[in-house]
Nanobody, 116 residues
Framework: QVQLVESGGALVQPGGSLRLSCAAS????????MNWYRQAPGKERELVAT????????NYADSVKGRFTISRDNAKKTAYLQMNSLKPEDTAVYYC?????????WGQGTQVTVSS
């Protein structure tokens, strides 16, 4: 079964850090670029970060550049999103995603809440 499972979301104070994980199963993880998206209440889902299949290149939304880092461990079939200097506006459900054989695969999401 092709699946992505996110974890690591939590309630954190402004300025804090979190690391999200996205565990893949049922497909050859190392062949596919991976993405992190987020969706805040009442807003559209937005692309946060992308990493190539080998992990050699990444891109970020302007809103998170310099604070978030995407990475992956192909041996563990897991992608990560390290989030530092968190702000209240980072509050959202975070999803990992990939496109495999023309189909989008989404995880169930993990809630990140930044609040004092």
């Amino acid at each position: 079964q092709v699946q992505l499972v996110e974890s690591g979301g939590a309630l954190v104070q402004p300025g804090g850090s979190l690391r999200l994980s996205c565990a893949a199963s049922g497909f050859t993880f190392s062949m596919y670029d991976m993405n992190w998206y987020r969706q805040a209440p009442g807003k559209e889902r937005e692309l946060v970060a992308t990493i190539t299949s080998a992990g050699s290149a990444s891109n970020y939304a302007d809103s998170v550049k310099g604070r978030f880092t995407i990475s992956r461990d192909n041996a563990k079939k897991t992608a990560y999103l390290q989030m530092n200097s968190l702000k209240p506006e980072d509050t959202a459900v975070y999803y990992c995603n990939t496109r495999r054989r023309g189909q989008l695969i989404w995880g169930q999401g993990t809630q990140v809440t930044v609040s004092s």
